[in-house]
């Protein structure tokens, strides 16, 4: 007959268990989370930091019409790649201020794409020059592709990663009995178990997001990690296209007649789109084989206020603009996967919204952080000597500090060298990508040469000093200093100013708390210990 003692005792075992499963799956991959959640905590403003990085790219004072925008470039097409075989416009909204395309050239070496790109006046449809910046796109793609690697090793670290954390969600739900009580519980000033009450809250304040958010990451590229479902159920050529017109506007690229015959008017293309989806609903316009009796136009639907990433568009004939197909229904399979994708990529959201977003995900990723830090810190306690750890402990201790204050500095400089890099260097966007990873590297280097707890505040005040002299180096480079954008009601270049000092004070108070930080002695050691030990969860006495 079990007794209440021996389920006592039971339930003690599965929490270790899984504690020590949260901690290990934790820190093992720990550091590419930690990345991993800090640059798509910010992508969720990509667009608005890709503005601020071209300040040459006048703001917008009322949104433009797109079947008028998507005209005009059309026309400029006819100049700048008149030879070109696909091209795609994506249409200035309320979060970007111009007309961005990129179309086909001939490839540099034989077996490989061509591909410009560029950005576009809305109101004359010209190209228009600005700094080569990948702007907030570098730290989208960093996010779940990383950058000097193959991009699908990347997307499959990436989802290690995920699935890494998607466990350390479950096993840390398993291991916390009072997960709730823990919540609303915090003690300033107590060392690990301080460190313990924020990783707690912070786990439990976004718990719903941060499940979501692993979850639907490891969907969005589900085709990669699982793909044999689909090859066992999908064997015919025609049904994989099918599949592949479900998911993907960009129409395949067709046989040229070699006849030549002009593109018909895309504006009134784009005039029927508006009329079903509404006026400023429309995303892009993509055209393959322009100039040819067998071009297709595809204008598809914008993201925005639409809860689903499974694409909506419009077919044409390109040589008439008869309308060839409509498609704005999937299949369910189809559709819950757009919509897992959405859920992920908040796209759909407004302003506010976007918001809640960044600030959930903000306290995920100070949640992959205390936990980083609390492995240190619930160890050093233990050590022998903790002024001479082993190399393990050393080893996580100085990647703890590249990783979490390192991050900042790195993310910061990419900024400044966006102002600071001359604007017409060659592979201008590639030295602001290897300013951002020599940075990270210096900081990596500059923890192991220096003590830990000298390196944390040093390099806390470097990331709270180069964010706070941000805004200064905008005003000085620039024409869009804070005050004109204030008086302008530019939100986008302001909101990142100030921005940039509430993340500086966050920064200071992180270095203030980590100066004024003592390390305990190491308390002796009882000659017997008691049967139920200290799991994660801090179920024990202090």
Avoid at 81 to 110: H, I, K, M
């Amino acid at each position: 007959m079990t007794t209440e003692s021996d389920q006592d005792s039971a339930g003690r075992g599965i929490r270790q268990s899984m504690s020590d499963l949260h901690t290990w799956v934790g820190l093992l991959l720990g550091w590419v989370l930690y990345a991993m959640f800090l640059t798509g905590t910010v992508s969720y403003f990509k667009d608005e930091l890709s503005q601020w990085a071209r300040p040459e790219l006048s703001r917008l004072a009322e949104r433009p019409d797109p079947a008028l925008v998507a005209q005009r470039v059309a026309g400029s097409f006819d100049k700048i790649a008149p030879g070109t075989s696909q091209w795609s416009v994506r249409l200035p909204d309320d979060r970007n201020n111009s007309a961005y395309a990129f179309w086909r050239t001939a490839p540099r070496e034989p077996g490989q794409r061509g591909f410009a790109d560029g950005h576009f006046d809305p109101a004359t449809g010209e190209r228009v020059a600005s700094r080569d910046t990948l702007g907030g796109e570098f730290f989208y793609r960093f996010h779940f592709q990383f950058h000097y690697m193959p991009v699908l090793w990347g997307r499959w670290l990436a989802g290690i990663a995920a699935m890494f954390m998607l466990v350390a969600i479950i096993s840390g739900v398993i291991t916390h009995k009072k997960i709730f009580v823990d919540f609303f519980t915090f003690r300033w000033g107590k060392g690990q178990r301080s460190w313990l009450d924020a990783h707690n809250a912070l786990s439990v304040f976004g718990l719903p997001f941060h499940a979501m958010i692993t979850y639907t990451g490891l969907v969005t590229l589900m085709a990669l990690y699982m793909p044999w479902g689909g090859q066992v159920a999908i064997k015919s050529p025609a049904e994989r296209q099918q599949l592949q017109a479900e998911l993907s506007a960009f129409t395949q690229l067709g046989k040229p007649t070699g006849q030549r015959v002009p593109l018909a008017s895309v504006e009134n293309m784009v005039r029927q789109a508006q009329e079903r989806w509404g006026h400023d609903n429309v995303g892009r316009v993509n055209v393959s084989l322009p100039g040819d009796a067998a071009a297709r136009v595809v204008v598809t639907r914008g993201d925005p206020g639409r809860v689903s990433m499974s694409p909506q568009y419009l077919e044409f004939e390109g040589t008439t603009g008869k309308l060839l197909s409509v498609r704005d229904q999937v299949g369910g399979a189809a559709e819950t996967r757009g919509v897992l994708y959405a859920l992920h990529l908040g796209r759909f959201s407004d302003t506010v919204t976007r918001w809640l977003y960044f600030l959930v995900s903000f306290t995920g990723t100070a949640m992959v952080g205390t936990g980083l830090v609390m492995w240190t810190v619930k160890r050093r306690q233990k050590l022998p000597d903790p002024q001479r750890p082993y190399f393990g402990f050393r080893l996580v201790e100085r990647l703890n500090i590249a990783s979490i204050a390192g991050l900042s500095i790195a993310m910061t400089a990419f900024m400044w060298g966006n102002r600071l890099l001359p604007t017409t260097l060659a592979g201008r966007s590639n030295w602001e990508v290897d300013l951002f990873f020599i940075v990270w590297a210096a900081t990596l280097l500059h923890a192991v040469l220096r003590p830990a707890k000298a390196a944390w505040v040093e390099q806390l005040w470097a990331a709270a000093a180069l964010l706070a002299l941000l805004p200064v180096l905008n005003a000085v480079t620039t024409q869009r200093p804070l005050w004109h954008s204030l008086a302008q009601g530019d939100w986008i270049f302001a909101g990142i100013d100030l921005m940039c000092w509430v993340l500086a004070a966050l920064h200071v108070a992180l270095a203030l708390r980590t100066a004024r930080h003592r390390v305990k002695a190491p308390a002796k050691r009882k000659a017997a210990r008691p049967s139920a030990m200290v799991v994660a969860s801090g179920e024990a006495a202090e």
